[in-house]
């Protein structure tokens, strides 16, 4: 599932979260990462490889996924989800065997409600001063 950086086939801009909004892999609370960028079509997430996750990932080409914010109380349960990319974002160090990945998905099968609940989330995500919180990356 390793994709090269610049093999970007994404089709809208994505926006960048500045808020601690969260996923859930699979509704297994142990794993848990954390949204990086998000469009109506699919998103980034980061997070701590334990090897728990890495080992459940490995070889799956679809996931389930929930979102949520614990401040706010915004929570989207159950969204269909293809695997299209997993990189090593920061490397152990001397000082620590811990290892950061970073996931892409696609958003697939989406429920009307789902969808629009989306759309909202990125609506309230957005900041119209703040262009810099949209990329293409």
Known sequence: MEKAEF??????D?????NSIYVVINTEPRMMGQIVDISNNGL???YVDLEVI???????KSVKIDLFAG???YL????????VSKINK????????LLIQRVGVQFEDLSLPQREQIEMFLKNSQDPNDLTKQCNA
Do not use: M, Q, Y
């Open 14 to 18: 994505r926006i960048i979260i500045d």
């Open 71 to 73: 401040g706010n109380g």
């Open 76 to 83: 989207l349960r159950n969204l269909n989800c293809k695997l």
């Open 54 to 60: 890495c080992r459940k990932l490995e070889k799956k």
């Open 7 to 12: 093999d970007n086939r994404r089709r809208e």
């Open 44 to 46: 980034a997430f980061t």
């Open 90 to 97: 920061i490397k152990p160090s001397a000082f620590s065997c």
